[in-house]
């Protein structure tokens, strides 16, 4: 019955996602190739390096002490949809956690955290991170191309804790550049107990199309969800969710409107993206158009490395 409902939570929740994720039209540009570093006037190169290495280790450490703090004072407690406070009930929209509402300290650390980031962004070594994006030819050169494990983010669909229903999960962004493609996975702990979570692994695919040197853009395919029990019987089996196209967003968007002709609070048409701030070969931090940060790392930056384990 268990899984009965959590299959109920996400077909219901995935297609609300979709809604925020389609077409963002921009200006068609030429992507030429950049300059490798931000220099700014007045500044060397070896300078602006040696500040933006100052600041990343200040970021790693400001992350390892709010998780610290987190433990001390505790954690948010997130749950699928609007009831659990993982989508706004309005725009079902991911929700933007606040942190305050653990503890004075830890929406402190977290405002650190911000901060350091927004610094960061002046710093940013690659002017076009979006280069060869979706370039079947070239996209295993382009500087997304990859997995991204996640250190940090203000989305409550993408924060897990044990003291949830949900339980607590790591996850990982990964880039195909030759694809334009981003996998969301998601993969569920084991529980304290040693028993396996029902929703082993959520796995979603997404459209990344890249519509200006900074900015990409979402579109959402499908999700693969694996489970561990088929009702009572232990049986590992995954199923597959398509989410609403384009065209299908669309006559959902102008059927709401219909309905809400002379009201306030008509819906437009949905747009999804996130903005890049900065990226190097070890860190990556990008906005999505819900104002919700996100701190990605490589598994292989030795500075992180702790807290990926």
């Known amino acids: 019955m268990r899984e009965l409902l959590i299959l109920l939570c996400l077909l219901y929740i995935l297609p609300s996602r979709a809604l925020h994720c389609h077409k963002v039209h921009a200006p068609t540009r030429s992507f030429r190739r950049e300059p490798t ?9 070896s300078d602006i390096s040696q500040t933006a290495y100052q600041l ?12 610290e703090l987190k433990e001390q004072d505790g954690d948010v407690s997130i749950d699928f949809g609007v009831k659990g406070g993982e989508l706004n009930a309005t725009s079902r929209a991911p929700q933007k956690i606040d942190f305050y509402s ?25 002017e076009n991170p979006t280069r060869f994006l979706g370039d079947k030819e070239n996209g295993d050169k382009a500087p997304l191309d ?33 694809k334009g ?27 990344a ?21 088929f009702f009572f019987l232990k049986r590992r089996w995954s199923l597959y969710i398509p989410v609403p196209g384009p065209f299908i967003t669309r006559c ?21 993206f996130f903005d890049i701030k900065y990226l190097d070969k070890d860190l990556r931090i990008h906005k999505t158009g819900e104002d919700n940060l996100f701190v990605q790392v490589r598994e292989t930056w030795d500075l992180a490395k702790p807290l990926l384990s």
Request: net charge positive.
């Open 146 to 178: 990859g997995p991204w494990k996640s250190l940090f983010t203000t989305a409550a669909d993408a924060n897990f804790s044990k003291n949830s229903t949900r339980g607590a999960a790591t996850a990982q962004n990964i880039v195909s550049g030759t």
């Open 252 to 272: 959902i968007v102008f059927v709401s409107r219909i309905f809400r002709l002379g009201r306030k609070g008509a819906k437009k048409v949905p747009k999804g």
């Open 37 to 45: 570093l931000n220099a700014e006037a007045g500044n060397s190169v």
């Open 102 to 126: 653990i503890s004075q300290k830890v929406g402190d650390k977290a405002n650190e955290i911000l901060t350091i980031c927004d610094k960061l962004s002046e710093f940013s070594p690659i």
């Open 209 to 229: 199309t890249a519509v200006s040197p900074k900015r990409v853009e979402l579109q959402f395919r499908y999700a693969k969800a694996v489970f561990t029990k």
């Open 181 to 207: 493609s981003i996998r969301n996975v998601i993969d569920f702990c084991t529980k304290e107990d040693g028993t396996e979570p029902v929703l082993k692994q959520l796995n979603v695919v997404i459209k």
């Open 56 to 67: 990343k280790k200040s970021l790693v450490q400001a992350v390892s002490e709010f998780r």
